[in-house]
């Protein structure tokens, strides 16, 4: 999460871009830790609003709930 924030700052993107990254970033680890349908949604409809951001590209978008980046973070139990 804080990778995230930092990698864009450097890169010179402006606060309201951070923060949406971050927002992001928030959602995606609670569908990690919860793995309930509801932060899926969640998740989802976010990422559905920051798709052609040109940040994106820093994030992990997954396109299912049981994608690579996420079965890997659960596994290693990350918590943020």
Do not use: C
């Amino acid at each position: 999460m804080h990778r995230v924030a930092y990698t864009l700052r450097e890169e010179g993107y402006p606060k309201e871009s951070i923060d949406s990254a971050k927002h992001y970033s928030e959602l995606y680890f609670k569908y990690v830790q919860s793995n309930a349908e509801k932060d899926w949604k969640q998740l989802r409809a976010y990422a559905n609003t920051i798709t052609s951001r040109k940040w994106v590209g820093y994030l992990d978008v997954p396109e299912t709930p049981k994608s690579e980046g996420i079965r890997w973070w659960r596994s290693n139990k990350y918590d943020p």
